[in-house]
């Protein structure tokens, strides 16, 4: 189900098909394949059965650029749609070299975006990922079954690694909230004029993980004691033993 433009809405929209190895392959599937999706600024809509993320365009190195993506699978057909908006932020020159990879001609310099290869890569849409994928899938016959073993990723390796930390010795709330505040760390790097609100804001406070850390206080609580108690013990014995060395 395709989202309605808004009004004076420009995008660009492109097909992106499906080999025949990758026939049975399933947008939703692939995407909640397990929780990164719902990490910052990875955006799913269960209803429309939409992904929505910011893309960089690669050939941009200058002002490193980026666009909204969403990407759609429509029903019973061999390929996926990904629109491409924010169009009016972009140069003369990038808007038509999108316009150009749209229509499927040759890309040059400006037009090597590699949006296409982004997708790719967070679908792990290639025919190695499906041979590795079917040779799970025989493994393990109930993931066959649920369709499940293509594990979703980040565009780059660097997005990976940055969540891959950001899941270390926390709970999965505090993960979610590290990620979206990089995201919001990242927009007022790019756009550093502050607001009149802001003046009076204290600037750490916006990129505060403001999650509940009652669970992590007390976890924490209970193995300091814990320690203190196998300390105790240890303690206590030292005497005795101590005693019987005497008496050899």
Known sequence: MERPPLAGERRVEFKLPLTESTANFNLEKAVCSHGFFMTAPNQWDPLLKT????LR???????ESSVLVEISQ????CYLVVRVFDMDTLS???????TMYRGGLPRGELASFDLDEQVRRMLRLSDTEEKNVRE???????????????????PTLFEDMVKCILV????????????RALCELQLELQCPTPTETDKYENPMTKFAPITPAKKETTKRKMNSQQKSRNVAKRLAILPSFLLSEAFL
């Open 136 to 154: 799970f899938q025989e493994l393990y016959g109930e993931a066959k079954a649920s369709g499940f073993g293509r594990i979703f990723r980040s």
């Open 74 to 77: 429509p029903l019973e057909c």
């Open 51 to 54: 992904f929505k993320r910011p």
């Open 57 to 63: 365009l690669l050939d941009d190195v200058v002002s």
């Open 92 to 98: 003369t020159e990038q808007q038509q070299s999108l």
């Open 168 to 179: 270390c010795n926390c709970q999965w709330s505090r993960t979610l909230s590290m990620a």
